[in-house]
Every structure is written in structure tokens, then in C-alpha cells.
């Protein structure tokens, strides 16, 4: 998990980014296909500067981008982004599984050494 | 990916606890197995108070969670949040790659009807 300080400046812009229900809703809904800003804004209580914004964290965070389309500037969802904040916290987990693991078979030893003694001594109950 | 205010709050907390690398360390640090605050201010180039902010953060996005030894109340990780961040993520991204593989296969259909097109016509080139 080492990661030199321009990724892990990039990993934080990005888990900042998701930290916002709304942004994560806008990012969903990319997910479906691009989408204009006003497409956008429909379905919240929001007016469309307030969605710009909130664009502008998105797309400095990399997890969209403005297509072509010079009339209606849809945005598009860029995925990769995605797959470097799931693989840092995959990565968290694995770490986190195999200790675990490891801590559970060591306990599962000392109990079957422990019956061992037990059985040698004669000590059943 | 619809969810009630509650588990967006809680994910927004998720989410924000992430988006600072010395909070990251941390969480990768307990990963490994539960840790002092000393131990865990130890390799950063940071003051115990300042290490206790990030772990106060972390708390309350319930990523660790305090052990009973009330000498040296070790942390812990707590992986359930990392696992509900991730799942919110995986969502995100097999909606993208479903439309993505849709789109993709319209352009292929479109191109073998170009091509079946051009046949009927004797469009040899």
C-alpha cells in the first residue's frame, strides 16, 4: 500500500469527491450514460450553479469528464478512478482477512494443544 | 444504489474519514493488528494530540473502534465500513460496465448491418 505522495493526494481528492451524497448520485447517474448539466440537476432540489459546482470537485477528483458535444457539454463518467479507490480498500481488507486468519488458526492451535496436555494428563470433564 | 438519508450520511463519513493519507495510514497500520496511540503516532512526524484528532474521525465514521484494555486502549479496525464503501463503489461500476458493454454491442450490430448493406449492393472494396 506504499504509494508515492502524488497518488496518494490523487486517492484523497477522490475519496473527498465520494464523500458527498450528491456527487455520488451524479456519479450514478453517469454511471446509465453521459449527461448534460441540466440533465443533471433535474432530479435534485438544486439550482444548476450549485450542480457546477459540484461538478468542478468531480472533474478535478478525474471521475468525470466534458465530452465534445460543444452545445450541450454532456459530462461522462470516468471509471478508472473508481478502481483505485476500490482497490486501496480491497487491499485494506485483504491485509486486514489474512491477519485475521492467521490470529484464528493460532487460536485454534493453542485450543487443540491445550486438549492435547489435557488428554495426556488424563484431565477430561 | 438507492438508500435512505441514514446510510448516505454514514457513507459520506466513510468516505471523508478516507480522503486524508496520514487516516489511510492509520487504517492500514491496524490492518496489520490492533495498536496504542503511541504506536501509532510513532511513524508519523506528527504530535499524539494531533494523531488523536485523526482517530477521533475515524471513530466516529465507526472504522475503529476502541478495545477494552484500559491501559493502553489499543485500536482497532473495524473492516465493515471499508467493505459498505466498497460495495458502494463495485455498484457504481458494474451499472457503467452494463451500459458500456450495451453500447458496445449496438456498434458492433450496427456495423455487421453496414457491412450486410454494402454486400447486397455489390460494395466490394
New interface residues.
Given amino acids: 500500500?506504499a504509494m508515492g505522495n502524488a497518488s496518494?493526494?490523487r486517492?484523497?481528492?477522490i475519496?473527498?469527491a465520494?464523500?458527498?451524497?450528491t456527487r455520488?448520485a451524479i456519479?450514478?447517474r453517469l454511471?446509465?450514460?453521459d449527461a448534460s448539466v441540466t440533465e443533471l440537476a433535474e432530479p435534485f432540489a438544486m439550482s444548476q450553479p450549485a450542480i457546477s459546482k459540484h461538478l468542478k470537485v468531480l472533474e478535478r477528483a478525474g471521475l468525470i469528464s466534458t465530452t465534445q458535444d460543444a452545445q450541450r457539454r454532456p459530462r461522462r463518467?470516468v471509471?478508472q478512478p473508481?478502481?483505485e479507490?476500490?482497490e486501496?480498500?480491497?487491499h485494506?481488507?485483504q491485509?486486514?482477512?489474512a491477519?485475521f486468519q492467521r490470529?484464528d488458526s493460532l487460536l485454534e492451535e493453542m485450543k487443540t494443544r491445550k486438549k492435547h496436555t489435557r488428554k495426556k494428563r488424563g484431565d477430561y470433564r
Fill in positions: 500500500m496518494a493526494e486517492l484523497s481528492g475519496f473527498a465520494l464523500a458527498d451524497p455520488r456519479l450514478a454511471a446509465f450514460g463518467l471509471v473508481l478502481t479507490a476500490s486501496w480498500l480491497d485494506c481488507r491485509i486486514w482477512e491477519n490470529l
